[in-house]
Every structure is written in structure tokens, then in C-alpha cells.
T-cell receptor
Framework: ETGVTQSPTHLIKTRGQQVTLRCSSQSGHNTVSWYQQALGQGPQFIFQYYREEENGRGNFPPRFSGLQFPNYSSELNVNALELDDSALYLC???????????????FGPGTRLTVT | AQSVAQPEDQVNVAEGNPLTVKCTYSVSGNPYLFWYVQYPNRGLQFLLKYITGDNLVKGSYGFEAEFNKSQTSFHLKKPSALVSDSALYFCAVRDSVSGTASKLTFGTGTRLQVTL
């Protein structure tokens, strides 16, 4: 069983730039969620994708957007980067349908974004 | 709105002693509760969950957690701590009536330090 993978591992961007982070979900999982973990904090829910549609959103501005592809992989895009966007971005996958529900989400290793 | 509180920033325990990491929660419906562990520069690793049934749930690496509905708590426990258990532990909750979006709300984390 292949786990959740994310790329890149680390990224340094300048304020005002745009960034795209990528996630491949665990085999058999059709739902992808993105979280932002600032230093010393717990992860904060950004949004979730199911069947290529946004399926719930946390308290993040529209410059945070995403995509889910037919193979269930996903992208997180952040426009007009701000210094406060510096964080670890975590992708998590889960199986929403097909078989007994399991409820837990499985996380990738994260992408460390630094905005200067 | 759902929320999680982890009242201790750090828990210190000697190897071989029992450990408890505390968590209390607030949700509008029945809670789905989770514990995750995070090692340095790594993503979150699923330990265990409570969905329904027995109030004592067992998980990975000898960890268990006790669900207490009247106290709205879900404390993580282990009978005998190991130095390798030293890590950052997160409690998370999901509301069972949140619809199709399985948003997890995390606490701020508790750092567990196990010493010889």
C-alpha cells in the first residue's frame, strides 16, 4: 500500500509570489484534505476535495485554492504570498466511500514553505 | 463549532512509568476522536480513534485512550513509556454531523519527553 506523498519537501518563495504544492493520495483513497501547520501550532484545516470538487473549507482566504484530479491527486495553490503563509503544509487522504467507513485521515510528510 | 483543548504543553515521564496525555473536546453532535503523533520534520502519524462502542480504545505502539462522554475527554495513555515515544502528540475531533466534509480540528499539541 502506497502512502501519501507530497512535493516538494521544502520551498522558499518571496512575498507576493505564487506557489503550487502537490499531493498524491494513499492508494484507494478518494478524498484529500489540506492543512496548514504554523510553527508551534496544531494543523489548521484549509479545505477538502472529493470527486474533484471542493467539499468543505476552513477559515482561509480565496487566494488559497486547490484542485483534485481524476486519479485523486491534488494541488494546493497560494497566490500573493504573505510572510504569515510560512508553515508546514500537510496533505491527508481518506476513503469517503467504498467499503466500511474508517474515518481516519492519513498524512503525508508535508511541504515546508518559507516566505521571505 | 468544534474545538479541542490540550492543557499541557509538555509532559515529562521516566521510561517504564505510565504516561497520560490529556485532551478535552467540544462538538455539537457525537464526536469522532483521534490521536496523532508527530516526529521532528515529519507528518502526522495516526495512533488510534474512537468512533463508537467501547470507551477504551487500543491503538498502535501500545497506546490506548479512554473516552469519557460526561467529562468530554479523550486522554491518551500508555502503561510503560519508552524513550522512543518522545514526540509531539495531537488530539483531533470531527463532528459526526458535519456532512460529507470530514474536517479535523486539532489541539495545539503536547510534547512528550521520556527520559531514562
Amino acid at each position: 500500500e502506497t502512502g501519501v506523498t507530497q512535493s516538494p519537501t521544502h520551498l522558499i518563495k518571496t512575498r507576493g509570489q505564487q506557489v503550487t504544492l502537490r499531493c498524491s493520495s494513499q492508494s484507494g483513497h478518494n478524498t484529500v484534505s489540506w492543512y496548514q501547520q504554523a510553527l508551534g501550532q496544531g494543523p489548521q484545516f484549509i479545505f477538502q476535495y472529493y470527486r474533484e470538487e471542493e467539499n468543505g473549507r476552513g477559515n482561509f482566504p480565496p487566494r488559497f485554492s486547490g484542485l483534485q484530479f481524476p486519479n485523486y491527486s491534488s494541488e494546493l495553490n497560494v497566490n500573493a504570498l504573505e510572510l504569515d503563509d510560512s508553515a508546514l503544509y500537510l496533505c491527508a487522504s481518506s476513503a469517503t466511500s467504498g467499503g466500511p467507513p474508517r474515518y481516519e485521515q492519513y498524512f503525508g510528510p508535508g511541504t515546508r514553505l518559507t516566505v521571505t | 463549532a468544534q474545538s479541542v483543548a490540550q492543557p499541557e504543553d509538555q509532559v515529562n515521564v521516566a521510561e517504564g512509568n505510565p504516561l497520560t496525555v490529556k485532551c478535552t473536546y467540544s462538538v455539537s453532535g457525537n464526536p469522532y476522536l483521534f490521536w496523532y503523533v508527530q516526529y521532528p520534520n515529519r507528518g502526522l502519524q495516526f495512533l488510534l480513534k474512537y468512533i463508537t462502542g467501547d470507551n477504551l480504545v487500543k491503538g498502535s505502539y501500545g497506546f490506548e485512550a479512554e473516552f469519557n462522554k460526561s467529562q468530554t475527554s479523550f486522554h491518551l495513555k500508555k502503561p510503560s513509556a519508552l524513550v522512543s515515544d518522545s514526540a509531539l502528540y495531537f488530539c483531533a475531533v470531527r463532528d459526526s454531523v458535519s456532512g460529507t466534509a470530514s474536517k479535523l480540528t486539532f489541539g495545539t499539541g503536547t510534547r512528550l519527553q521520556v527520559t531514562l
